[in-house]
């Protein structure tokens, strides 16, 4: 008789709580992932700016040329940015590669102080005023902006240097 009391408790504690009102769900409850924005990409890009390191005196420079440092205890510690040959090949250094740009003679105006040369991969500019002459160099001031063409990546800094034989 103990048995049939449990039993009929455990049946009407079921019947009562599985027959209480549930709340009516609507489908407004629910988000919809297709509906929730993404975060707004914006168009540009970011581009790092191009890095150049310093070098010392190429071997294939020999005779006349022009050589540019970031300051002039760079200069003096030949750390240069810049070394071209007068006429044939200029030599900047990216990512630990000597890159060589071929050049024309007259590519520089020592008068003007300007270059602009260029490869398939880089472009150079500089710009300047010449700051002192010796008896066969020139000592010059200014800018120079290299150009990663592939890339857009730029690098500009403050040069000084020399040019002659």
Excluded at 73 to 93: Q, R, W
């Amino acid at each position: 008789m103990k048995l049939f009391k449990t039993l009929g408790f455990v049946i009407v504690f079921f019947a009562i709580t599985g027959c209480t009102k549930k709340e009516n769900v609507t489908e407004t409850d629910f988000t919809d992932s297709l509906s929730i924005e993404n975060p707004v990409v914006e168009d540009s890009i970011i581009v790092p700016e191009l890095s150049l390191q310093t070098f010392g005196f190429p071997q294939e420079v020999e005779g006349c040329s022009c050589y540019f440092a970031e300051n002039k205890t760079d200069f003096e510690k030949e750390n240069f940015l810049y070394v071209d040959d007068y006429g044939n090949s200029a030599y900047i250094k990216v990512n630990g590669k000597l890159i060589k740009i071929p050049m024309e003679e007259g590519d520089f105006d020592p008068s003007d102080f300007n270059k602009n040369i260029e490869n398939e991969d880089y472009s150079i500019s500089m710009s300047g005023r010449k700051t002192d002459e010796g008896d066969e160099t020139m000592q010059f001031e200014g800018v120079m902006t290299v150009k990663e063409k592939k890339t857009g990546r730029e690098f500009t800094s403050s040069v000084f240097g020399e040019c002659g034989c």
